[in-house]
């Protein structure tokens, strides 16, 4: 079946790096996916990683991804307060022919001074 | 502003009032969601919309209606909801493509039911 699973919360001080893992189920995933949700927003898409890459980076952001252990991690460089949310993994699957996203269930990154 | 846009963003309804939300796309997809947040639960799918025809059905219950008229509008038509469904509705659309789905999602409507 498919499922993601995700630590619920990470505390992290100002400047540091945070890394939220998550592990997910299906191997014939071509995509995994990084969301972030700012309190009272809607999802934003932050970076998404192609299953036959490592490691993707982007500015602050690193994605790596360990497809035989079938674990995927997001470390933010520099954490800063703005990045205090809620960061949903997600793996693509394919269900009756059509794309769909499994999300997890989410880690609250809070970040104190 | 990612392209996706629900109206209303809050709603307060009773038990008996009828409503509906409004989900309109910028983007140019061929594909639009509806998921419901709650708290301390996964994000669920509730309906998805591939080229205008309703592709998933996530065994969600008949008070809840949605309906594509065209690729870039969806609704979800609400009537005799129950305290329970108060929660974050989510809209989100794709260009469906083999091997990929990124989805982008609207800012939500926080639906309170009395």
């Known amino acids: 079946g498919e499922d993601v699973e995700q630590s619920l919360f990470l505390s992290v001080r100002e400047g540091d790096s945070s890394v939220i893992n998550c592990t997910y189920t299906?191997?014939?995933?071509?995509?995994l996916y990084w969301y972030k949700q700012e309190p009272g927003a809607g999802l934003q898409l932050l970076t998404y990683?192609?299953?036959?890459?490592d490691m993707k980076q982007d500015q602050r952001l690193t994605v790596l991804l360990n497809k035989k252990d079938k674990h995927l991690s997001l470390r933010i460089a520099d954490t800063q307060t703005g990045d205090s949310a809620i960061y949903f993994c997600a793996e693509g699957a394919v269900s009756g022919g059509y794309n769909k996203l499994i999300f997890g269930a989410g880690t609250r990154l809070a970040v104190h001074p | 502003e990612t392209g996706v846009t629900q109206t209303p963003r809050h709603l307060v309804m009773g038990m008996t009032n009828k409503k509906s939300l409004k989900c309109e796309q910028h983007?140019?997809?061929?594909?639009m969601y509806w998921y419901k947040q709650s708290a301390k639960k996964p994000l669920e799918l509730m309906f998805v919309y591939n080229f205008k025809e309703q592709t998933e059905n996530n065994s969600v219950p008949s008070r809840f209606s949605p309906e594509c008229p065209n690729s870039s509008h969806l609704f979800l038509h609400l009537h005799t909801l129950q305290p329970e469904d108060s929660a974050l509705y989510l809209c989100?659309?794709?260009?469906?493509?083999?091997?990929?789905?990124?989805?982008?999602f609207g800012a939500g409507t926080r639906l309170s039911v009395l």
């Open positions: 983007l140019g997809h061929n594909a």
């Open positions: 989100a659309s794709s260009q469906d493509r083999g091997g990929g789905n990124i989805q982008y």
């Open positions: 990683i192609f299953s036959n890459m």
């Open positions: 299906d191997s014939s995933s071509t995509y």
